[in-house]
């Protein structure tokens, strides 16, 4: 503390250790994709994720309920946060781009369009439809079918959306000083997350066993999973936060007007659905 004015917090190790345990994750995820094998990597990648999420959780809110932050420390955490989910926006920008990219030039392309004689001469009897259930090459198997996105992707994004809903009346409830309206939306809010989490998994799984869609099912199974996997682990992130403010509204945390570490993650949890709601159109439905 100088004058009173600003805190500067200690070093801490928590973002090497976070990124040492990102890179385990994705290394892990890396030579599973190519050995079949890693997974063991993944998974202390992930609980190493996890831990440190969790003391890192526990650092800050030891720091703010010792009263150490002021007005040029909250600025800070805005602006930390504003910019962390634009990087957040430009993540998925890139996937998305990726998929305009290949339904609205490679797979013309592949079908003839711009390249007539090459197309022609490599596969003579490819028709370019998305979704791409049969690839031009042979050697690579297409899914069998799609999702339609009137069962569970729509339930789903019904889900999302209801969520928003309830964490705004809760987040509304927090500044108003009713602690216990906040803490029984914010519950519904949790659940909802956990049902999400749920379906997407039953989801996956019907992909896998039923309908043939897998990261080796061409260029529709690679685009499908990385989309609504990385989707998938923002909304695990977003639940685990969500449930951390839970725990701190019950044992009394946050004051009416003041309370940051909750807007930030409703915040998040906003952006997570928004992106859904995309993924939903363009991936499921479109």
Known sequence: MSSGSYYVPASSRWPVLGSVALGAMMAGIGIKLVYDTGLPLVLI??????????????????????????AQMDRSFR?????????????????FGALFYVRMFTLPWLGGEGAKGVSALLWPDFVATWPLLNPPDASIAGPQ?????????????????????????????????????CRNWLTGTVLL??????????EYYEAYAHYGITLEAGIFGATFFILTGFHGLHVIIGTIILATMLVRIVKGHFADENHFGFEASCWYWHFVDVVWVGLFIFVYVL
Not at 145 to 162: D, G, K, Y
């Open 193 to 202: 997350g956990c049902c999400f989490i749920m379906i997407q998994g039953i």
């Open 45 to 70: 990648g992930v609980l190493g994720i996890v831990a440190v999420m969790g003391l890192w959780f526990r650092d800050v809110i030891s720091e703010s309920r010792g009263g150490l932050y002021d």
């Open 145 to 181: 079918q799609v999702f339609s996105p009137w069962q569970l992707p729509l339930v789903n994004t019904l889900i999302l959306i209801t969520s928003s809903i309830t964490l705004t009346v809760a987040h509304e409830a927090l500044k108003v000083g009713y602690r216990r309206t």
């Open 79 to 95: 602006w930390g946060m504003g910019w962390f989910i634009f990087s957040e926006v430009m993540f998925f920008a890139a996937f």
